[in-house]
């Protein structure tokens, strides 16, 4: 597997070079009877290769280029109708407007016009409690001459009891407009207020990608939608592929591996255009060996040790498509080692 990164998610496409590419074989020397023979190894072109996807579920309006078109980065690729998410972006922003709001009201306090209605309904409050406090003393007096009914005195008790509670609500709550918020509200106010920006802010990200971009310079290997199709999140629309380096991954007997050290120079020939070569390097040869890969028919060859080595092809009139089966020559006539011209050159994988 190796990873690659396809519009808005981050993607691994297989390499299936396992399956594809033979153990190297020895080439029947052509050079004389003494002399060293080639090494020849079988595989198949490869291209580093990209899968465009969505964060979100969206229908496809338009789609922007087709099979074989070549893309730069940052050229449009595809459409897509959010409508969905727009409307809860619209939630998003007014549940921030609120929440702003009640941050705002709780650190200005409140306005001079409130605090003077909770004094009058202070005010009120006592005047009823005042006159409910008098009824109840009253109703004390009829009861004990037995005047008036249990009833009745019950109930000018229970509205004395009443009025004294609102009294003490009221009360709290003109204090609490004249002192202000509690520093606990305050912290209370400013996390909601965090909150609902970070879920607009989730919500406007995720509408970036309405247009796809093209993640880099290549060329469209699928289109895998077309208008129309309602389409799900991390789900491939196209895929593009960098076919300006592509490289072939081939196996080598442990034995023969200083002959594709990094840095040798190869000829990489391929079954679509016989009698034609092509310069290659390779780039890459792995830490590890590895036995030989299942698909070698005969048991001895299995039990070889082999180094994976690739070889990055030159192809300036961008012939190869991945795929294609070939073979890497090392040690060739044409060839020769780019090791012992200067340092070698970076790793790529």
Known sequence: MHPVVGGGVVQTVPRHSALALMLALPLVSCRGSGEPTSLRAYGSIEARQVRVSSRVPGRVLRVLVDENDAVVPGQPLLELDLHELEARRDQARAALA?????ERLLRHGARREDVVAAQKAMAAARLRAEQARHDRDRADMLRASNAISPSAHEAARTAFDLATT?????SAELQKIVKGARTEELEEAAAARDEAGAALAVIEDQLNDRILLAPLAGTVIHRLVEPGEVVRPAAP????????????DVYVPEPRLA????????????????GRVLRATVTHVSAEAEFTPKNVQTEEQRARLVFRVRVTVEDPQALLRPGMPGAAVFGSPGSRDLSDAGPEPRRKS
């Open 98 to 102: 609120q929440a702003l709001a009640r």
């Open 166 to 170: 609102e009294v003490e609500t009221r």
């Open 237 to 248: 629309l196209l895929v593009i592929g960098d076919l300006a380096r592509p490289y072939m």
């Open 259 to 274: 002959e594709a050290r990094l840095g040798t120079a190869a000829e990489v020939q391929v079954d679509a255009f016989p």
